[in-house]
């Protein structure tokens, strides 16, 4: 088989050659149809995440193992079953639930898997979907997509489930009150089709970069607001009547961090997603004036994904524009979406 793997952070991937594996057990081989490229990748290319004042955690000293097959949000078709593998054969396409656990602690057991401290998802611990196979775990991890093409299934098991999960965490307000979406890349835009799929109503898109809050005008945001002008947090306090009632920040920068607090109204709350990287300064007693509830959210779980599907499947799909790559440009991707150069969502099509 062959993959597109990390052999030293931050360097150009590395075109690998190794024997296809034969699933053992439970597991089950696919042919990778589809993989998406994920802002995250670049995080796990580079090797660090940054964590403010100059501090840097190296991904390598948490586990992550180098070569790695970078690749989380995965479509394949099934070709090989091991002995024990049930509930999906031969021929059968399938999107990949990436984010495994042990199986057995606390959060595993109670379906968060995601949040599992010994996880072994696909693509970050576990080798992902830059190949042309894909080894999975258990068949349990495989779920229907139905008539989904393979390249717009597969940004669901990452930026799909991602935003359906921070979504979810906004509770009743989200059919009530308009929520305030920071980042209109990826994840922006498909927060923005989700929100109107989950019956949200108004959504104020904030982003620096005009092509991006063009891109989420066109795609139904009620306001666009630019997140590098000084009074921003106003802008949006001033339309939304008083503050935010929700804010979900899909990029986790510093500035961004600080609009997201400073435009909330008592009792409001932020769900911070994105791994941009800084840190911030919150003078406390605004916590308990303010009322205000800080949330971080990690992906999805086996549970908000198939809810997903379901949910994309009855309401169509995201108008997230897609661009298909060949695998072989798995490294010139990760390039492009690092110097910002991406609207949408980039998908490796290795067959
Ligand atoms: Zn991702
Ligand atoms: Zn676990």
């Not at 490229?37 to 660090?48: A, L, M, Q, R, T």
């Not at 661009?323 to 490796?348: C, M, Q, S, T």
Request: charged share 20%; glycine share 14%; with cysteine.
């Amino acid at each position: 088989m062959i993959s597109f793997d990390v052999c030293e952070c931050g360097a150009p991937l590395r075109r690998m050659e190794r024997p296809t594996p034969t699933p053992t057990g439970n597991e089950v081989l696919l042919k990778v149809l589809a993989a998406g490229v994920c802002h995250s990748d670049v995080h796990i290319w580079e090797g660090y995440y940054d964590m403010g004042g100059g501090r840097k955690i190296q991904l390598t000293e948490r586990g992550i193992n180098l070569p790695l097959t970078m690749g989380h949000e995965n479509v394949g078709e099934v070709v090989a079953l091991g002995p024990q593998a049930t509930g999906v054969k031969i021929g059968d396409r399938r999107l990949v639930f990436p984010w495994i656990g042990c199986g057995e602690c606390k959060v595993c057991r109670e379906d968060e898997e995601q949040l599992c401290m010994a996880a072994r998802s696909l693509g970050v611990y576990r080798n992902g979907g830059y190949a042309d196979h894909l080894l999975v775990p258990h068949p349990r991890y495989l779920l229907e997509i139905g008539d989904i093409p393979p390249e717009r299934a597969a940004p669901l098991a990452c930026s799909g489930v991602t935003t359906y999960g921070a979504l979810k965490k906004l509770g009743p307000v989200l059919k009530q009150e308009p929520v305030v979406i920071i980042g209109a890349g990826g994840l922006g835009l498909m927060a923005l089709a989700l929100h109107k799929a989950m019956g949200g109503t108004g959504a104020i898109v904030v982003d620096i970069d005009p092509a991006k809050r063009d891109a989420a005008k066109a795609a139904g945001a009620t306001a666009t607001i630019d997140g590098a002008a000084p009074d921003a947090h106003k802008q949006i306090i001033k339309l939304t009547n008083g503050g935010a009632w929700s804010v979900v920040d899909l990029v986790g920068a510093a500035s961004t961090v600080k609009i997201g607090t400073d435009c909330l109204i008592k009792g409001g709350k932020l769900i911070v997603v994105g791994l941009f990287g800084g840190s911030v300064t919150i003078s406390t007693p605004t916590i308990p004036l303010k009322a205000m509830t800080i949330q971080g959210s990690y992906v999805g779980s086996l549970t908000e994904l198939k809810e997903l599907i379901a949910l994309v499947r009855r309401t169509g799909l995201p108008s997230v524009p897609i661009g298909k790559r060949p695998l072989a440009e798995a490294g010139a991707a990760l390039n492009d979406l690092k110097a910002g150069k991406v609207v949408g969502r980039l998908v490796l099509m290795p067959h």
